[in-house]
């Protein structure tokens, strides 16, 4: 019987070294703990308005990269589309009161909120905070165009407003109205940390949200000055027939207000018949 052949010598693999052992898997957000800044997001960028529509809450989550064992203090500014806002004022005019010539205010947003970690003026000085327009208090609103010029300090030709001094009344006035229809709001507690680093707000559109796209701002604040930024959109549009009736209203106004008469006429004369029948 034929032996069998010897079997061939075992391989010995090359050793590991210590080193490649022990290295560490890379972190992917390790490139981020030296930058301070703010990332968030939304839970829903696009909100649908139709007949059954009762106002919308929308949830902005983010979170804080912060290398410093400084505190940061994150603030949530939401505005919606501007709009034109009319105002009248109550004059009375010898035992008779009247309204006032109407002032058109063209740059008011449409929705405007503010959410913070505390107050405001806690968080930054009055200067930081109008420059950036954050808050109602320093919110942008544009005075109506009409003008007048005047000679103040020994300087010619120089544009005011015709509202003159009137125009924080008036545009308190603003304010306040748009306050009480829910539209603008102020959360000095609004932001929550749940975590570490990670933060909460709650964005509360009522049922009169004017449709369009809305802008946030994300900032992060430290030692009183903005570090960070973070920009995101969200759409408010409506959906089914009432879609269907506004382009076609801001499509053809004329049509559309013609056939709005047509069908008020139509229903006039359909209650008289009705009545007169009853009769």
Same mark, same amino acid.
């Given at each position: 019987?034929?032996?069998?052949?010897?079997?061939? !010598?075992?391989?010995?693999?090359?050793?590991?070294?210590?080193?490649?052992?022990?290295?560490?898997?890379?972190?992917?957000?390790?490139?981020?703990?030296?930058?301070?800044?703010?990332?968030?997001?939304?839970?829903?960028?696009?909100?649908?308005?139709?007949?059954?529509?009762?106002?919308?809450?929308i949830v902005l989550y983010g979170?804080?990269? $912060? !290398?410093?064992?400084?505190?940061?203090?994150?603030?949530?500014?939401?505005?919606?589309?501007?709009?034109?806002?009319?105002?009248?004022?109550?004059?009375? $005019?010898?035992?008779? /009161?009247?309204? *006032?010539?109407?002032?058109?205010?063209?740059?008011?947003?449409?929705? #405007?909120?503010?959410?913070?970690?505390?107050? @405001?003026?806690?968080?930054?000085?009055?200067?930081?905070?109008?420059?950036?327009?954050?808050?109602?208090?320093?919110?942008?609103?544009?005075?109506?165009?009409?003008?007048?010029?005047?000679?103040?300090?020994?300087?010619?030709?120089?544009?005011?407003?015709?509202?003159?001094?009137?125009? @924080?009344? /008036?545009?308190?006035?603003?304010?306040?109205?748009?306050?009480?229809?829910?539209?603008y709001d102020t959360d000095p507690?609004?932001?929550?940390?749940?975590?570490?680093?990670?933060?909460?707000?709650?964005?509360?559109?009522?049922?009169?949200?004017?449709?369009?796209?809305?802008?946030?701002?994300?900032?992060?604040?430290?030692?009183?000055?903005?570090?960070?930024?973070?920009?995101?959109?969200?759409?408010?549009?409506?959906?089914?027939?009432?879609?269907?009736?506004?382009?076609?209203?801001?499509?053809? !106004?004329?049509? #559309?207000?013609? @056939?709005?008469?047509?069908?008020?006429?139509?229903?006039?004369?359909?209650?008289?018949?009705?009545? *007169?029948?009853?009769?």
């Open positions: 019987m034929q032996a069998l052949p010897p079997p061939p !010598p075992a391989i010995e693999a090359p050793p590991i070294e210590a080193a490649a052992v022990a290295a560490p898997a890379p972190d992917r957000s390790e490139a981020t703990t030296g930058e301070l800044r703010v990332a968030a997001a939304l839970t829903d960028a696009q909100v649908h308005v139709d007949s059954g529509f009762t106002g919308a809450s979170a804080v990269f $912060n !290398p410093t064992p400084d505190p940061v203090d994150v603030v949530v500014v939401v505005r919606g589309p501007d709009a034109p806002v009319r105002l009248v004022k109550k004059t009375r $005019n010898m035992g008779v /009161w009247l309204n *006032s010539r109407p002032v058109l205010f063209e740059g008011a947003p449409g929705f #405007y909120m503010t959410a913070s970690t505390r107050p @405001l003026s806690d968080i930054a000085d009055f200067g930081q905070l109008r420059r950036l327009g954050v808050g109602v208090d320093h919110l942008r609103i544009d005075a109506p165009e009409e003008a007048g010029t005047v000679t103040r300090y020994g300087v010619r030709d120089v544009v005011v407003s015709r509202l003159g001094d009137d125009y @924080l009344d /008036w545009r308190r006035a603003v304010i306040r109205l748009k306050e009480a229809a829910a539209l507690d609004g932001v929550e940390f749940v975590d570490r680093g990670l933060f909460r707000a709650e964005v509360k559109l009522p049922t009169v949200a004017p449709t369009g796209k809305y802008y946030a701002e994300v900032w992060l604040f430290q030692d009183g000055e903005p570090r960070s930024v973070s920009n995101l959109t969200l759409t408010v549009e409506k959906v089914g027939i009432e879609r269907d009736i506004y382009e076609f209203a801001h499509r053809r !106004p004329w049509l #559309y207000g013609l @056939l709005c008469v047509v069908l008020a006429a139509l229903t006039g004369y359909g209650a008289s018949r009705i009545f *007169s029948r009853r009769d």
